[in-house]
């Protein structure tokens, strides 16, 4: 059974920071992974997908990486804001469905 | 550009009763997802379904029923509300491997 573990779970930093996000899988068997955002109260906004194929993706401030082998995804934010504040989580895409992490809820401090 | 609707946005049942989530999605996907999210329990699969006409059941199906009534909408039943069913639901929809797209979700009291 796929588990999908970020850590740490909270994590708070000053502005203007860069910062890394970490999730690890214990299945390498996956197809992608999606990092989204949450507001509270609000659903899940997609950030970046990776491929299983592939090593990183990049959307702006957001740079996303993959190590299928060692069951491992970044996801590097440079020059955190204020409106960075919200809580981060990824999905791993196995056959048949999606395993989510419990998140990273973030916070930066202006 | 809409992506996933859900309806309705709150709501506070009572003990025994019945309510339907609506889903509608206008990306033309054809998987279609329901999710509870939960304290300490992240998310968690209930139902899904990967095309028009068929349903299957995720990891805690137990008192759901679900409906595909057509490739844009996906229905959440809810027969006989328990307190334990207390949560904030969140369709989802992709196709194939591609991103997924998620709902603004409802939250559910049940009382």
């Known amino acids: 059974k796929q588990e999908v573990t970020q850590i740490p779970a909270a994590l708070s930093v000053p502005e203007g920071e860069n910062l890394v996000l970490n999730c690890s899988f214990t299945?390498?068997?996956?197809?992608?992974l999606q990092w989204f955002r949450q507001d509270p109260g609000k659903g899940l906004t997609s950030l970046l997908l990776?491929?299983?194929?592939?090593r990183e993706q990049t959307s702006g401030r957001l740079n996303a990486s993959l190590d299928k082998s060692s069951g491992r995804s970044t996801l590097y934010i440079a020059a955190s804001q204020p409106g960075d504040s919200a809580t981060y989580l990824c999905a791993v895409r196995g056959a048949g469905k999606s395993t989510f992490g419990d998140g990273t809820t973030l916070t930066v401090k202006p | 550009n809409a992506g996933v609707t859900q309806t309705p946005k709150f709501q506070v049942l009572k003990t025994g009763q019945s309510m339907t989530l609506q889903c509608a999605q206008d990306m033309n996907h054809n998987s279609m997802y329901w999710y509870r999210q939960d304290p300490g329990m992240g998310l968690r699969l209930i139902y899904y379904s990967a095309s028009e006409g068929t349903t299957d059941k995720g990891e805690v199906p137990n008192g759901y029923n679900v409906s595909r009534l057509n490739k844009r909408e996906f229905s959440l039943r809810l027969e006989s509300a328990a307190p334990s069913q207390t949560s904030v639901y969140f369709c989802?929809?992709?196709?194939?491997?591609?991103?997924?797209?998620f709902g603004q979700g409802t939250r559910l009291t049940v009382v």
């Open positions: 990776i491929q299983s194929s592939q």
């Open positions: 299945d390498s068997a996956i197809y992608n």
């Open positions: 989802a929809s992709r196709q194939g491997i591609t991103e997924a797209f």
